[in-house]
């Protein structure tokens, strides 16, 4: 028990809380002559006797916790006091001296990470602040108690595409789901084509709306949506491959990025099939120049280059990775003027005919077996033992008359305006001429019923009717 102040005149005050014990009939005149031996006795003279007391302030330690000291005069010993009984969860604090639930952050601790970390505050335990376990992605963070650590559990997702199913939280936090366009809209009994839009998740009769919905994902294709027919065009584009150099070309491979420039044979980009010849100075096979192309679904329309000087043969050869017009390798026939009742103008012939560039000038190129749609040639200058690069071009569509890739209402309306011989740069004869004579499979050069019947049944999805020049 804490000790008071001990002065005599306390003393004196409290004597008669105190055992007092007489020491029969002893006689004092001061304190002094009565003094027992005892420590913890108060040894006093009164009116010439002596008394002694116990004096419990002596024995006290100060602390409350420890209970009250008090004197044991027969063992001149101090007796223990009874320490004090605190209410259940607390303890009495030997730093605080009173009943408290702790002393210091080891008292509070529970051990468990998801609580926090608790305090104590003047005797008294504060609960922590549990730990803020982050989300990542679609996962959710949270607190594992078995663990004692932040851990993830995926949530419910969407990845707001309407075409997949299954949605779910991949291991990086992202939501995928399983596209339906995996099994396309040909499954369905009113669509011949199409694909599901994502704003739906419905079948569309269609394949897009407009260009971006046409974007397959190579940076050098010219993705485009057809309209009103509503089907993609995915065209390969040279310009994004560009090197800026003639005797390191580069080409659109959109499964390979830009690859070198090929003629069937590796050239490692060189344009030249005599890679020697090649000139970067004037962009060159030995001085040779190539021609100009255009083509139509039936016609190559081929312009002699009038740089190249002497007489010069014109090539044409199928793509080797074309089966149907590989085997093809022909020079351009000539016959001036061009007859358009000859069927034998602007043939494929096998031995080379030479001419000079003014006299070739334009010639249209038409044979129903070796010059087809959709097929992919390659047109040379022949200037005697070196030939120029190669002008690489893509015959169209079946029944397609202005080149937007299909066969359709526009074209039917456009070969009609031809039959009534209303010709214009951009709807030419070669355009619109797309039957051949019954003889030979060559177009005849005349705009009839039977060109706008034949485009009728290529818009209905005809397939051409002249054999392949190639087995």
């Known amino acids: ?42 040894d006093l003279c009164t009116f010439g006797q002596c008394t002694h007391g116990h004096n419990n302030s002596q024995c006290s330690d100060g602390l409350d916790c420890t209970g009250e000291e008090t004197c044991n005069a027969a063992t001149d010993q101090c007796q223990a006091g009874t320490p004090i009984q605190c209410p259940p969860g607390l303890f009495c ?36 602040t549990p730990p803020n376990c982050p989300d990542k992605g679609c996962f959710n963070g949270f607190c594992n108690t078995s663990t004692n650590q932040c851990d993830l559990s995926p949530g419910a997702c969407s990845d707001g595409n309407g075409c997949t199913v299954g949605d779910h939280c991949d291991p990086d936090g992202i939501c995928v789901g399983t596209d339906l366009n995996t099994v396309p809209c040909e499954t369905h009994a009113d669509c011949s084509r199409g694909f599901c839009r994502t704003a739906t998740g419905f079948c569309d009769c269609t394949e897009c709306a407009n260009n971006a919905e046409c974007n397959d ?9 057809t309209l009103p027919t509503g089907f993609c065009v995915n065209a ?64 190559l329309r081929i312009t002699a280059n009038p740089a190249n000087a002497g007489s010069v043969a014109l090539v044409v050869k199928g793509d080797c990775l074309l089966d149907s017009v590989s085997c093809v390798s022909r020079y351009v026939d000539f016959d001036s003027p061009v007859n358009p009742a000859d069927p034998q103008a602007g043939r494929l012939v096998a031995g080379a005919v030479s001419k000079t560039a003014a006299t070739w000038g334009t010639v249209m190129v038409r044979d129903g077996t070796m010059i087809r749609p959709s097929s992919t040639y390659l047109v ?43 010709f214009s740069p951009t709807l030419t004869l070669e355009q619109t001429d797309v039957t051949e004579s019954s003889s030979n499979c060559r177009p005849n050069r005349v705009v009839n019923f039977s060109d706008i019947t034949e485009i009728v049944r290529a818009f209905q999805a005809a397939v051409y009717p002249c054999a392949a020049a190639c087995p």
């Open 1 to 42: 028990m804490k000790r008071g102040a001990g002065s005599f005149a306390f003393v004196i005050g409290s004597f008669a809380a105190m055992s007092v014990r007489a020491l029969g009939g002893g006689l004092c005149s001061t304190p002094a002559d009565c003094n027992d031996g005892v420590f913890c006795t108060l």
């Open 93 to 128: 604090s030997p730093i605080l001296d009173r009943c408290v639930e702790c002393d210091d952050i080891s008292d509070c601790s529970d051990s468990m990470f998801c609580n926090g970390f608790e305090t104590c505050n003047d005797g008294v335990c504060a609960d922590g």
């Open 217 to 225: 994902g190579f940076a050098c294709t010219t993705d485009t949506c």
């Open 236 to 299: 390969p584009n040279d310009a994004p491959c560009a090197t800026g150099m003639f005797c390191n070309q580069r080409i659109c491979d959109p499964e390979f990025g830009c690859p070198p420039k090929e003629l069937c044979t590796p050239t490692d980009g060189n344009p030249c099939t005599t890679p020697a010849s090649c000139n970067e100075a004037n962009d060159t096979c030995g001085g040779c120049r190539p021609p100009t192309v255009t083509p139509t679904s039936r016609y």
């Open 380 to 422: 040379m200058t022949e200037c005697g033992a070196v030939r120029s690069a190669a002008v690489r071009v893509t015959t169209l569509v079946y029944g397609d008359t202005d080149g937007n890739g299909v066969a359709n209402f526009t074209d039917i309306a456009r070969d009609v305006d031809a039959f009534r011989g209303f």
